[in-house]
Protein backbone atom coordinates (compact mmCIF):
# COMPACT_ATOMS: atom_id res chain seq x y z
CA UNK A 1 0.00 0.00 0.00
CA UNK A 2 1.27 3.38 -0.95
CA UNK A 3 2.26 5.54 1.81
CA UNK A 4 4.46 6.80 4.41
CA UNK A 5 5.47 4.11 6.86
CA UNK A 6 7.07 4.70 10.53
CA UNK A 7 9.33 2.52 12.22
CA UNK A 8 9.26 1.93 15.47
CA UNK A 9 6.10 2.58 16.71
CA UNK A 10 7.10 3.19 20.45
CA UNK A 11 10.24 3.01 21.89
CA UNK A 12 11.82 3.76 25.26
CA UNK A 13 14.96 5.56 25.46
CA UNK A 14 17.15 6.55 28.66
CA UNK A 15 18.29 9.98 28.96
CA UNK A 16 21.74 10.49 26.82
CA UNK A 17 21.10 7.09 24.77
CA UNK A 18 20.94 7.50 20.86
CA UNK A 19 18.46 6.00 18.37
CA UNK A 20 17.05 6.65 14.64
CA UNK A 21 13.12 7.43 13.85
CA UNK A 22 12.77 5.64 10.19
CA UNK A 23 10.36 7.20 7.52
CA UNK A 24 10.15 5.56 4.58
CA UNK A 25 7.70 6.65 1.66
CA UNK A 26 6.76 4.91 -2.02
CA UNK A 27 4.83 8.00 -3.53
CA UNK A 28 8.06 9.53 -5.20
CA UNK A 29 6.91 12.75 -3.28
CA UNK A 30 10.00 15.13 -3.35
CA UNK A 31 9.11 16.70 0.33
CA UNK A 32 9.75 15.13 3.70
CA UNK A 33 9.59 16.37 6.60
CA UNK A 34 9.44 15.58 10.40
CA UNK A 35 6.91 17.38 13.17
CA UNK A 36 6.72 16.62 16.98
CA UNK A 37 3.33 16.27 18.67
CA UNK A 38 3.08 17.55 22.24
CA UNK A 39 -0.01 18.37 24.17
CA UNK A 40 -1.52 21.62 23.64
CA UNK A 41 1.29 22.58 21.13
CA UNK A 42 -0.11 20.74 17.98
CA UNK A 43 2.70 19.92 15.65
CA UNK A 44 5.82 21.71 15.19
CA UNK A 45 8.35 21.30 12.44
CA UNK A 46 11.82 19.56 13.68
CA UNK A 47 13.55 19.31 9.64
CA UNK A 48 12.06 19.16 6.28
CA UNK A 49 13.83 17.96 2.96
CA UNK A 50 12.87 19.37 -0.25
CA UNK A 51 14.73 16.49 -2.25
CA UNK A 52 17.37 13.97 -2.02
CA UNK A 53 20.61 15.80 -0.31
CA UNK A 54 19.05 18.60 0.40
CA UNK A 55 17.77 19.03 4.32
CA UNK A 56 16.82 22.19 6.46
CA UNK A 57 16.18 23.28 10.05
CA UNK A 58 12.46 23.54 11.17
CA UNK A 59 11.04 25.35 14.36
CA UNK A 60 12.52 22.50 16.86
CA UNK A 61 16.14 21.46 15.22
CA UNK A 62 18.23 21.23 18.43
CA UNK A 63 19.07 17.90 19.27
CA UNK A 64 18.09 16.42 15.71
CA UNK A 65 19.45 15.25 12.92
CA UNK A 66 18.30 14.71 9.71
CA UNK A 67 19.80 13.57 5.96
CA UNK A 68 18.10 12.25 3.04
CA UNK A 69 20.36 10.19 0.55
CA UNK A 70 17.24 8.98 -1.68
CA UNK A 71 14.05 10.01 -2.26
CA UNK A 72 12.63 7.31 -0.56
CA UNK A 73 14.34 7.69 3.07
CA UNK A 74 14.10 10.55 5.53
CA UNK A 75 15.59 9.09 8.77
CA UNK A 76 15.40 11.22 12.17
CA UNK A 77 17.86 11.06 14.52
CA UNK A 78 18.02 11.85 18.04
CA UNK A 79 22.20 12.28 19.18
CA UNK A 80 21.61 12.10 23.16
CA UNK A 81 18.16 11.70 24.47
CA UNK A 82 16.97 13.99 26.91
CA UNK A 83 13.58 13.96 28.35
CA UNK A 84 12.01 17.12 27.00
CA UNK A 85 12.22 14.53 23.74
CA UNK A 86 9.04 12.56 25.08
CA UNK A 87 6.77 13.16 22.15
CA UNK A 88 4.65 11.78 19.35
CA UNK A 89 6.78 12.03 15.93
CA UNK A 90 5.67 11.85 12.81
CA UNK A 91 6.72 11.88 9.23
CA UNK A 92 4.96 13.67 6.41
CA UNK A 93 5.74 13.42 2.70
CA UNK A 94 4.25 16.07 0.08
CA UNK A 95 4.77 15.64 -3.75
CA UNK A 96 5.99 18.76 -4.42
CA UNK A 97 8.92 20.64 -3.10
CA UNK A 98 7.14 24.04 -3.72
CA UNK A 99 4.00 23.38 -1.91
CA UNK A 100 0.59 23.18 -2.89
CA UNK A 101 -0.39 19.81 -2.22
CA UNK A 102 -1.48 17.67 0.63
CA UNK A 103 0.32 16.00 3.38
CA UNK A 104 0.44 12.18 3.98
CA UNK A 105 1.68 11.30 6.94
CA UNK A 106 2.80 8.36 8.78
CA UNK A 107 1.26 6.53 11.54
CA UNK A 108 3.65 8.26 13.73
CA UNK A 109 6.50 6.65 16.52
CA UNK A 110 5.67 7.39 20.46
CA UNK A 111 8.95 8.01 21.92
CA UNK A 112 9.10 8.17 25.74
CA UNK A 113 12.91 9.38 27.21
CA UNK A 114 13.39 7.96 30.94
CA UNK B 1 5.48 29.52 16.11
CA UNK B 2 2.13 28.96 15.74
CA UNK B 3 0.73 30.53 12.18
CA UNK B 4 -2.80 29.13 12.42
CA UNK B 5 -4.80 28.79 15.66
CA UNK B 6 -8.11 26.82 15.69
CA UNK B 7 -11.20 28.02 17.46
CA UNK B 8 -12.87 26.59 19.75
CA UNK B 9 -10.86 24.28 21.49
CA UNK B 10 -13.54 21.37 22.18
CA UNK B 11 -16.98 21.03 20.65
CA UNK B 12 -19.09 18.62 21.34
CA UNK B 13 -22.67 17.69 19.40
CA UNK B 14 -25.19 15.45 18.78
CA UNK B 15 -24.86 13.06 15.89
CA UNK B 16 -27.03 14.66 12.54
CA UNK B 17 -25.93 18.15 13.73
CA UNK B 18 -23.17 20.61 11.61
CA UNK B 19 -19.95 21.06 13.37
CA UNK B 20 -18.37 24.54 12.39
CA UNK B 21 -14.37 24.92 13.53
CA UNK B 22 -12.53 27.77 12.73
CA UNK B 23 -9.23 28.94 11.79
CA UNK B 24 -7.43 32.46 12.01
CA UNK B 25 -4.07 33.18 11.29
CA UNK B 26 -1.42 35.64 11.09
CA UNK B 27 0.47 36.26 7.68
CA UNK B 28 -0.39 36.06 3.99
CA UNK B 29 -0.53 32.59 2.63
CA UNK B 30 -0.74 30.50 -0.56
CA UNK B 31 -3.43 27.69 0.92
CA UNK B 32 -4.56 26.62 3.54
CA UNK B 33 -5.09 22.99 4.64
CA UNK B 34 -7.48 20.96 6.87
CA UNK B 35 -6.41 17.58 8.44
CA UNK B 36 -8.25 15.33 10.64
CA UNK B 37 -6.34 13.31 13.31
CA UNK B 38 -8.35 9.98 15.03
CA UNK B 39 -7.35 9.46 18.63
CA UNK B 40 -3.45 7.84 18.86
CA UNK B 41 -3.24 8.10 14.73
CA UNK B 42 -1.58 10.22 12.26
CA UNK B 43 -3.37 12.92 10.30
CA UNK B 44 -5.30 12.45 7.62
CA UNK B 45 -5.20 15.43 4.52
CA UNK B 46 -9.17 16.77 4.42
CA UNK B 47 -8.88 19.61 2.15
CA UNK B 48 -7.21 22.53 0.71
CA UNK B 49 -8.26 25.74 -0.42
CA UNK B 50 -5.72 28.62 -2.14
CA UNK B 51 -5.45 31.90 -1.36
CA UNK B 52 -7.35 32.79 -4.17
CA UNK B 53 -10.42 30.29 -3.77
CA UNK B 54 -13.45 31.68 -1.31
CA UNK B 55 -15.04 28.34 -0.80
CA UNK B 56 -14.30 24.79 -1.73
CA UNK B 57 -17.13 21.53 -1.36
CA UNK B 58 -15.52 17.79 -0.69
CA UNK B 59 -18.37 15.28 0.68
CA UNK B 60 -19.95 16.62 3.90
CA UNK B 61 -17.29 19.28 4.57
CA UNK B 62 -17.16 23.16 3.13
CA UNK B 63 -14.56 24.84 3.62
CA UNK B 64 -14.13 28.69 4.11
CA UNK B 65 -11.63 31.25 3.18
CA UNK B 66 -11.42 35.00 4.15
CA UNK B 67 -8.07 36.78 3.23
CA UNK B 68 -8.99 40.02 4.19
CA UNK B 69 -9.66 38.84 7.43
CA UNK B 70 -7.02 35.67 7.40
CA UNK B 71 -9.61 33.24 8.79
CA UNK B 72 -11.19 29.86 7.18
CA UNK B 73 -14.06 27.78 8.61
CA UNK B 74 -14.37 23.89 8.25
CA UNK B 75 -18.54 22.88 8.21
CA UNK B 76 -18.89 19.58 8.42
CA UNK B 77 -22.62 19.08 7.97
CA UNK B 78 -24.74 15.86 9.38
CA UNK B 79 -22.02 15.10 11.35
CA UNK B 80 -21.80 11.09 12.47
CA UNK B 81 -20.03 9.47 15.62
CA UNK B 82 -17.13 8.88 12.82
CA UNK B 83 -16.28 11.89 12.85
CA UNK B 84 -14.92 12.45 16.42
CA UNK B 85 -11.36 13.26 16.23
CA UNK B 86 -9.50 16.29 16.43
CA UNK B 87 -9.64 18.69 13.68
CA UNK B 88 -6.39 21.03 12.79
CA UNK B 89 -5.57 24.13 10.00
CA UNK B 90 -2.38 24.48 8.55
CA UNK B 91 -0.69 27.37 6.57
CA UNK B 92 1.34 26.95 3.59
CA UNK B 93 2.84 30.66 3.22
CA UNK B 94 4.28 29.31 -0.14
CA UNK B 95 7.20 31.58 -1.74
CA UNK B 96 10.06 28.67 -1.17
CA UNK B 97 9.05 28.59 2.42
CA UNK B 98 8.64 25.13 2.25
CA UNK B 99 6.80 24.92 5.49
CA UNK B 100 3.48 23.86 6.35
CA UNK B 101 2.43 25.27 9.67
CA UNK B 102 -0.34 23.92 11.93
CA UNK B 103 -2.66 24.98 14.78
CA UNK B 104 -3.22 23.61 18.12
CA UNK B 105 -6.23 21.78 16.50
CA UNK B 106 -9.77 21.74 17.72
CA UNK B 107 -11.31 18.47 19.52
CA UNK B 108 -14.58 17.20 17.95
CA UNK B 109 -16.98 14.93 20.13
CA UNK B 110 -19.80 13.76 17.83
CA UNK B 111 -22.61 12.11 20.75
CA UNK B 112 -24.34 9.33 19.15
Known amino acids: NAGVTQTPKFQVLKTGQSMTLQCAQD?????MSWYRQDPGMGLRLIHY???????DQGEVPNGYNVSRSTTEDFPLRLLSAAPSQTSVYFC?????????????FGSGTRLTVV | SQQGEEDPQALSIQEGENATMNCSYK?????LQWYRQNSGRGLVHLILIRSNEREKHSGRLRVTLDTSKKSSSLLITASRAADTASYFC????????????FGKGTKLSVIP
Open chain 1, 27 to 31: MNHEY
Open chain 2, 27 to 31: TSINN
Open chain 1, 49 to 55: SVGAGIT
Open chain 1, 92 to 104: ASSYSRTGGYGYT
Open chain 2, 90 to 101: ATDRGAGSYQLT
